[in-house]
């Protein structure tokens, strides 16, 4: 179970996208931590939800944010999500004989609409139109979206089905568990869910 750890997901619904993950990170069969990070802000409407090594999904994390502020500082406007999308390619492409163990599904809303994309740990960039999902517990997470997604979801049929997915993976994949973390991303910016709405969707 090294590796590619716990489950996350993207969604796009009308006006925006849905993050959502689970907070376990194991090495081997053992339990390492219940509150591992997985959803993280990169800029005022940009997002990603990274599975893998807790260490390399930090940093890489961390990378695209400073990245994206040289950018804006740079060039005085704000990076769009597919551009952010391209340097996180080429980072990744870079480092490809030496791979960040993750990967990672990147969203927003700086530009003219939602994008949702998905990266490999060599770098290779794929632009959702619906969703996707990455990790140990992707498998289950696709069944439930492939059986419940509609085009033009409303934000809470989205957000909700992007927490379900989550929830049933971790009823059956080990690596995924603990908590669910859900973030959404619309014309207002990224904003993560507090706990008592999550549970509300789990209902």
């Known amino acids: 179970m090294f590796g590619f750890q716990g489950t996350v997901v993207g969604l796009r619904y009308k006006g925006g996208i849905a993050l959502a993950g689970d907070s376990r990170a194991t090495s081997a069969y053992v339990v390492m931590s219940k509150s591992a990070e997985k959803l993280f802000k990169i800029q005022d409407k940009i997002g990603v939800a990274i599975s893998g090594s807790p260490g390399d999904t930090r940093k890489l994390a961390d990378i695209l944010e400073t990245e994206s502020n040289l950018y804006e500082l ?15 390619s ?23 609409e939602p994008k949702l994309f998905s990266l490999d740990p060599a770098g290779g960039k794929l632009e959702e139109e ?3 999902s990455a990790g140990t517990g992707a498998s289950v997470a696709y069944g439930v979206l492939e059986q419940n997604y509609e085009k033009d979801m409303s934000p809470s049929e989205g957000i909700r089905l992007a927490t379900k997915s989550i929830e049933q993976a971790i009823e059956r994949d080990a690596a995924t568990g603990d908590n669910v973390v859900v973030a959404k991303i619309d014309e207002d910016g990224y904003q993560e869910l507090p706990e008592e709405e999550i549970k509300d969707l789990l209902e």
């Open 74 to 88: 740079r060039r005085k406007k704000d990076i769009k999500t597919d551009s952010l999308a391209s340097l996180a």
């Open 130 to 132: 619906k969703f996707t």
């Open 90 to 112: 080429n980072l990744l492409h870079s480092q490809r004989m030496f791979p960040y163990i993750t990967s990672i599904i990147l969203a927003g809303t700086s530009g003219e």
